[in-house]
């Protein structure tokens, strides 16, 4: 008779042991259970990066990635893309399901209420030197929010949550907005609720006092559509960072603030821009097949190709390659783009590609298109962070209401010395060279 149970046994001792299975998964704690004597600690799971470890049990996204298959709360990212907006899905990431029109409503105008700043937080976005990167100062001014939002400590309470929640999704944009304009010593533009969300952050970008200034609705919906695609992505280092850090019970802005210092990080958030780095030196169709024998030769990396979770397509690469030429319709072509249609056609056709199931990412086309809409590199970690704001306040919430979850502290293996005798300073020699 089966049983949804692992037998093992420990080769030290001749002991069997039966660890219960459950979704597919075992409790690592069960393992303590497995020791030579009494004092004994017991086993723990090594798992540096978390490759085979859950730290979660979480009802938001859904991810296989071998059958290329991305889904927000069960239904299909392709979907959703073709269908909904950014703001709906911020609603049904956040509540589990999709809004009626009255609470779509309700929704939508509570968050673009909060879309404008104090003016103090102006004043900290302004003091930020001309050349700062623009990630830097969003993760600033979102840490500081915290001390202009006292009442925010009180995690426990849902209706606080919920006014939080509404404030950063509302406000980012907005800070974002003023972080460029800073930055291109331009005065602000104050946010414009009637234009929609990406709208309204396209006008706070770009607005010059021009009369009939309309923000071209391709490039409107072709932002949403990105924003979307980037809301959720299950347990990446950002989310995670999220549910670690606000396992603690700090504040949200706090723990948002850390989700995107570690999405600042170049292996994280930096992603589109190393692939059009890739793109610029490549420089040409006629350029690529020699491109790619290199990357074979192991002489350089393909960026954009290959993900932690897909072994095949990244769904979310499908869909903006055909967001592109939307925008290319109002932005005018980009060289770039055949250049990226080109290597992906070798690698797709290419058995040394397969055989490493190194397959268009998300990264791969989206950095074409925020360069085509104008946006400076730097600005892109900034873009993927206005976005992903939705996922990390579900899955904070969901770490908040998981009676399961308290606060992070992984274990670890001590390599260091067992014991050492304190050594006088005379007493005492250098391993390490002495510098000149």
């Not at 009802?59 to 071998?66: F, L, N, V």
């Not at 976005?125 to 600033?140: K, Q, V």
């Not at 249609?341 to 268009?360: C, Q, T, V």
């Amino acid at each position: 008779m089966k049983k949804d149970s692992l037998s093992i046994t420990d080769n030290r001792s001749g002991k069997t042991y039966e660890i219960p299975i459950e979704n597919g998964s075992i409790r690592a704690p069960d393992l303590r259970q497995i020791k030579l004597d009494p004092d004994d600690f017991g086993i723990m799971s090594y798992d540096p990066a978390y490759m085979n470890t859950a730290a979660c049990a979480s009802s938001i996204t859904y991810i296989d990635g071998e059958k290329s298959i991305l889904r927000y709360r069960g239904y299909p990212i392709e979907e959703l893309a073709e269908k909904s907006s950014f703001l709906e899905c911020a609603y049904l990431l956040l509540y589990g399901e999709l809004p009626t029109k009255e609470e779509l409503e309700h929704w939508t105008n509570r968050i673009m209420r909060h879309t404008y700043i104090h003016e103090n937080l102006v004043q900290i976005i302004e003091s930020f030197r001309y050349d700062a990167h623009p990630m830097g100062i969003l993760i600033s001014s979102v840490a500081a929010m915290s001390t202009f939002h006292a009442e925010a400590r009180d995690v426990n309470d849902p209706e606080i949550r919920e006014k939080q929640i509404w404030r950063i999704l509302g406000k980012l944009p907005t800070i974002a907005a003023f972080a460029y304009r800073v930055r291109i010593g331009r005065p602000h533009n104050y946010p414009d609720i009637s234009r929609g969300y990406a709208g309204n952050f396209l006008y706070m970008l770009d607005y010059m006092n021009e009369r009939d200034y309309e923000v071209p609705p391709a490039l409107s919906r072709a932002l949403d559509v990105l924003f979307l695609l980037h809301a959720d992505h299950e347990q990446n280092c950002s989310t995670a960072t999220m549910r670690s850090v606000g396992s603690s019970r700090v504040d949200p802005y706090s723990a948002v603030a850390a989700a995107a210092a570690a999405l600042f990080g170049p292996l994280h958030g930096g992603a589109n821009e190393a692939v059009l780095r890739m793109l610029e030196e490549i420089g040409s169709v006629a350029a690529v097949p020699a491109y790619v024998e290199r990357v074979k030769k192991g002489e350089i990396r393909l960026m954009g190709f290959g993900h932690r979770v897909y072994s095949s397509y990244d769904p979310r690469a499908s869909i903006i390659k055909k967001v592109a030429y939307d925008v290319f319709e109002v932005t005018g072509g980009n060289p770039l783009i055949d250049i990226a249609l080109e290597l992906e056609r070798i690698a797709l056709e290419d058995d040394y590609f397969i055989s490493y199931k190194l397959y268009p990412n998300v990264d791969f086309y989206s950095g074409i298109i925020l360069q085509a809409m104008r946006f400076p590199t730097d600005m892109f970690p900034v873009l993927f962070a206005i976005p992903r704001a939705a996922g990390w306040l579900a899955q904070w919430t969901e770490m908040l209401n998981d009676p399961a979850q308290k606060i992070s502290r992984p274990r670890q293996i001590y390599t260091g010395y067992a014991q050492r005798s304190y050594v006088p300073m005379e007493e005492r020699t250098s391993p390490r060279t002495t510098r000149t």
